[in-house]
């Protein structure tokens, strides 16, 4: 859960990391987990997700809005559903 921020133009905006969800599958022989994806939520400090019974479909939900610096421009990411 990257949220740390830094300075620029006067604003607080997102200092860098990473805010993916792991995917992993597990070796159906040794039971050992074998990460196989990391999903970017698009968004910051997600705190809950769910899957789908089908495990197809996982929504994970972020709580903090945060700027973002996109060039000389700051842009704000909200609080989502990813």
Known sequence: R???TVDFAGRKVFGGGENNIAVF???P???NLE???HA???SFHVRTFACDPSGRLLVAASIKAL???RG???EVTPAALS
């Open 2 to 4: 990257a949220d740390h």
């Open 72 to 74: 000389d421009d700051v």
């Open 25 to 27: 599958r597990i070796d």
């Open 40 to 42: 970017d939520t698009q």
């Open 29 to 31: 022989d040794s039971g």
């Open 35 to 37: 990460p196989i994806q």
């Open 67 to 69: 700027a973002v610096r």
